[in-house]
């Protein structure tokens, strides 16, 4: 009851876009053939799982890494709702590798956060520890839909410790939960009781504020790009404002992209266009060395 409740108060449509070499390598393996790891666990849930896709003739030294990170309204969704994203990056990026995420959804028992945020700390983490096995550089463009967006700009802007993530796409993100929107619904309290693991923030803390990537913004934030819609039913377009302007405030690099339609049901030459942005935008933040 406590997931329906969830789905319905505010995400129930979910997006619909939407070899071992030395440690000291300092080239491309010429001898490293591309390859595809599906399913592959990262934590003792079934639902911690990845799709890591691995360019040929990669280096530990020069193969960074674009992470997909699906929408669902945290409690829904499936990594293979961005696929759509993979052969288009395949194409656009072939020198970089590819790891599409499924993190354990919100259900009556496992509450979204914090342990989203930190599952996809658990991929990085993991693809860290074994980039010279895998011949990668673990550095990282973060690109959520929906929910994933979420959670790819909260780890971002809290997470992030060690600068690991060089550039955060945001494709229709919720991104201030204190905006009226949310504030204002008055079944709002119950979806952050259900959403939050209280034991895990200290006693008193404002849900709203904290899980909110806009008022979380600060000088250590990455390259952010926004894209909404000026129709969305699920996430109004005031949340992409109150980002960009935190991120005008911080002076950090940015871009904002609005587009005719609700919660990534655009026209396809605007998704075209969002991937083209997100593209540039790899190659000046998560260039080839």
Same mark, same amino acid.
């Given at each position: 009851m406590k997931k329906i409740l969830i789905i319905i108060l505010l995400f129930g449509i979910q997006i619909n876009f939407i070899s071992c070499s030395e440690d000291n390598d300092t080239t491309a393996n010429e001898s490293l053939a591309e390859e595809t790891m599906l399913?592959?666990?990262y934590g003792n849930d079934q639902q911690q799982k990845y799709d890591l896709y691995l360019p040929a003739n990669r280096s530990s030294t020069k193969t960074k890494v674009i992470m997909l990170v699906h929408g669902g309204g945290w409690t829904g969704g499936d990594k293979a709702d961005?696929?759509?994203f993979i052969s288009y990056i395949k194409q656009r990026h072939p020198d970089h590798a590819i790891v599409n995420v499924n993190y354990v959804l919100a259900d009556i028992d496992t509450p979204a956060f914090p342990n989203q945020f930190l599952d996809l700390d658990a991929v990085i983490d993991k693809l860290t520890s074994e980039k010279n096995e895998l011949q990668i550089l673990p550095e990282f463009a973060l690109v959520g839909a929906s929910a994933g967006a979420h959670i790819s700009l909260m780890y971002d802007y809290v997470y992030d410790t060690d600068?690991?993530?060089?550039?955060?796409g945001d494709i229709v993100g919720p991104t201030d939960? #204190?905006?009226?929107?949310? $504030?204002n619904n008055p079944n709002f309290p119950a979806l952050m009781a259900a959403l939050v693991d209280e034991s895990a923030y200290p006693q008193g803390t404002n849900y709203a504020e904290v899980l909110s990537p806009a008022l979380r913004v600060s000088n250590a934030s990455s390259p952010t790009l926004l894209f909404?819609?000026?129709?969305?039913?699920l996430v109004p377009l005031t949340n992409g404002t109150t980002?960009? #302007?935190?991120?005008?405030? $911080?002076?950090?690099?940015?871009?904002?992209?609005i587009y005719d339609g609700g919660h990534g049901d655009w026209a396809q030459s605007d998704i075209e266009n969002m991937k083209e942005q997100i593209s540039i935008a790899v190659d000046t933040y998560l260039e080839v060395n």
């Open positions: 399913n592959v666990s961005m696929d759509f600068d690991q993530v060089k550039i955060v939960f #204190t905006d009226p929107f949310y $504030s909404y819609g000026n129709a969305d039913p980002l960009n #302007t935190a991120l005008n405030n $911080s002076q950090i690099d940015h871009s904002f992209t």
